[in-house]
């Protein structure tokens, strides 16, 4: 039985114009379900359409990503809150947003970033759906401070994607009852894989975050490659692979509200 679930990808992306029928078809032989954020306006009226094609297969949250946020005027933001209002029932979460000091290093920007992030959180709590959080940049600075607007802003509900902080922040977020999310990358990284294993299992989700992070450097990663991310949970729990699927479709129903 098919049980594995990539929770953040970008099926819209460039790097799959040329075969993505083949590549979400290849991916629903392996996978029970898919999440694809979108990272601007024009990105998340793509995904929309794609989980019209896919229905109860691809899922979408639309969001901001910190890169794009500078890019966009305050009447284009608003206009895309009200997509994202005209659209609530067709979508699962709010994200990606978050920050990134990997790539937004300008004080103004940075500034313009948090409000954005902060009015976002506001539109998931308005229509009480889960974020997907991007925080990216200078060692955990972004993590943390991420973590501290989530908690000012009372959001409840909430994944950390593609979790790159040490195993003690991780263990921090969830006694908050917050969900980390680990990507294929797992199999190079020796603190993803001390996540993996010190975290309750109940908080763990899986994903890809492909086209990018794929488990073979500088190759293109598609959605099925998040196989390795519960071989890996498996090894480092010492639990069967299938007790790591069961508990993580579990988390991903709760988290996202959605059944598959
Ligand atoms: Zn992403």
């Not at 401070?145 to 263990?171: M, N, S, W, Y």
């Given at each position: 039985?098919i049980?594995?679930?990539?929770?953040?990808?970008?099926?819209?992306?460039?790097e799959?114009?040329?075969?993505?029928?083949?590549?979400?078809?290849?991916?629903e032989?392996?996978?029970?379900?898919?999440?694809?954020?979108?990272v601007?306006?024009?990105?998340?009226?793509?995904?929309?359409?794609?989980?019209?094609?896919?229905?109860?297969?691809?899922?979408?949250?639309?969001?901001?990503?910190?890169?794009?946020?500078?890019?966009?005027?305050?009447?284009?933001?608003?206009?895309?809150e009200?997509?994202?209002?005209d659209?609530?029932?067709?979508?699962?979460?709010?994200?990606?947003?978050?920050?990134?000091?990997h790539w937004?290093?300008?004080p103004?920007?940075?500034?313009?970033?948090?409000?954005?992030?902060?009015?976002?959180?506001g539109?998931?709590?308005?229509?009480?759906?889960?974020?997907?959080?991007?925080?990216?940049g200078?060692?955990?600075?972004?993590?943390?401070?991420?973590?501290?607007?989530?908690?000012?802003?009372?959001?409840?509900?909430?994944?950390?994607?593609?979790?790159?902080?040490?195993?003690?922040?991780?263990?921090?977020?969830?006694?908050?009852?917050?969900?980390?999310?680990?990507?294929?990358?797992?199999?190079?990284?020796?603190?993803?894989?001390?996540?993996?294993?010190?975290?309750?299992?109940?908080?763990?989700?899986?994903?890809?975050?492909?086209?990018?992070?794929?488990?073979?450097?500088?190759?293109?990663?598609?959605?099925?490659?998040?196989?390795?991310?519960?071989?890996?949970?498996?090894?480092?729990?010492?639990i069967?692979?299938?007790?790591?699927?069961?508990?993580?479709?579990?988390?991903?129903?709760?988290?996202?509200?959605?059944?598959?």
């Amino acid at each position: 039985m098919i049980e594995i679930i990539d929770i953040h990808c970008h099926l819209t992306f460039k790097e799959y114009d040329a075969d993505r029928e083949q590549v979400i078809e290849d991916a629903e032989k392996v996978l029970k379900g898919v999440v694809t954020s979108g990272v601007e306006p024009e990105d998340s009226k793509h995904a929309l359409e794609l989980a019209a094609m896919h229905e109860g297969f691809v899922f979408v949250t639309p969001g901001l990503h910190p890169i794009h946020v500078s890019e966009r005027t305050d009447q284009e933001i608003g206009e895309y809150e009200e997509f994202i209002s005209d659209n609530k029932r067709k979508i699962v979460g709010i994200g990606e947003i978050g920050l990134d000091y990997h790539w937004v290093r300008d004080p103004l920007k940075i500034k313009r970033t948090k409000e954005v992030f902060v009015e976002f959180l506001g539109l998931a709590k308005e229509f009480d759906l889960p974020v997907v959080l991007h925080l990216r940049g200078t060692g955990s600075e972004a993590i943390e401070e991420g973590l501290k607007i989530v908690l000012d802003e009372d959001i409840r509900k909430a994944v950390f994607h593609c979790f790159t902080g040490k195993p003690q922040l991780a263990e921090q977020i969830c006694e908050e009852g917050y969900y980390i999310s680990l990507p294929a990358s797992i199999v190079r990284s020796k603190s993803m894989k001390k996540v993996a294993k010190r975290i309750p299992l109940s908080l763990l989700l899986t994903e890809t975050d492909a086209p990018y992070l794929s488990p073979t450097e500088e190759e293109r990663n598609v959605p099925q490659h998040v196989k390795v991310v519960y071989e890996e949970i498996a090894i480092q729990r010492k639990i069967d692979v299938h007790v790591a699927e069961e508990e993580i479709e579990r988390n991903f129903e709760r988290l996202f509200a959605v059944e598959l």
